[in-house]
T-cell receptor, first 119, second 115 residues
Framework: AQTVTQSQPEMSVQEAETVTLSCTYD???????LFWYKQPPSRQMILVIR??????QNATENRFSVNFQKAAKSFSLKISDSQLGDAAMYFC????????????????FGQGTILTVHP | DGGITQSPKYLFRKEGQNVTLSCEQN?????MYWYRQDPGQGLRLIYY???????QKGDIAEGYSVSREKKESFPLTVTSAQKNPTAFYLC??????????????FGPGTRLTVT
């Protein structure tokens, strides 16, 4: 079974600064997807960014980018120019892409990292 | 607007009663999922369904039941057998297939309190 670990229960950053959230995962599969979701105080889960394991290029979405290290099974999220609205709980998630596998389609989540943004 | 709706937002029940949480989507997604979230924790998968009239147990299915009679709807029943039912419940949906990441889209959640 796959596992996802977020080793930072809480992080804080000053507004306009950069912060990196860590995520590691364990899998024996070669084909999978990784996601970062944001859960603000409203508790609505919002997709921030996704990465296909077969792509070497790191995904980028505006101020959000990832550092995907497949061999190290590491998937960190970098938030640049942090804004007050970035304050939320961030979840790293893994999804198998191997058709027919028992885990196909299911998301496995990490425990989450609470991000505080100071003005 | 396309999306996922969950109702009600807050639900209160007495211990020993079954309760059904609603989840409806108009995204034309094949797959639907139910997750449970406890305070300060990640999401744990309860049940999921990849197609109408078929569903599979997730990691914590004991004390829960589901049905998938329509593509748009995936209700979750929390039975009296669930020992710790008080939690935040999230429903999600996604497309299925092998050629895309097919991320999951989430509803706003239902906070269930059982006393």
């Amino acid at each position: 079974a796959q596992t996802v670990t977020q080793s930072q229960p809480e992080m804080s950053v000053q507004e306009a600064e950069t912060v990196t959230l860590s995520c590691t995962y364990d899998t024996s599969e070669s084909d999978y997807y990784l996601f970062w979701y944001k859960q603000p105080p409203s508790r609505q889960m919002i997709l921030v960014i996704r990465q296909e394991a077969y792509k070497q290029q790191n995904a980028t979405e505006n101020r959000f980018s990832v550092n995907f290290q497949k061999a190290a099974k590491s998937f960190s999220l970098k938030i640049s120019d942090s804004q007050l609205g970035d304050a939320a709980m961030y979840f790293c998630a893994y999804r198998s892409a191997e058709l027919g596998g028992t885990s196909y389609g299911k998301l496995t989540f990490g425990q989450g990292t609470i991000l505080t943004v100071h003005p | 607007d396309g999306g996922i709706t969950q109702s009600p937002k807050y639900l209160f029940r007495k211990e020993g009663q079954n309760v059904t949480l609603s989840c409806e989507q108009n995204l034309n997604h094949d797959a639907m999922y139910w997750y449970r979230q406890d305070p300060g924790q990640g999401l744990r998968l309860i049940y999921y369904s990849q197609i109408v009239n078929d569903f599979q147990k997730g990691d914590i299915a004991e004390g829960y039941s589901v049905s998938r009679e329509k593509k748009e709807s995936f209700p979750l029943t929390v039975t009296s057998a669930q020992k710790n039912p008080t939690a935040f419940y999230l429903c999600a949906s996604s497309l299925t297939g092998t050629s895309a990441p097919y991320e999951q889209y989430f509803g706003p959640g239902t906070r269930l309190t059982v006393t």
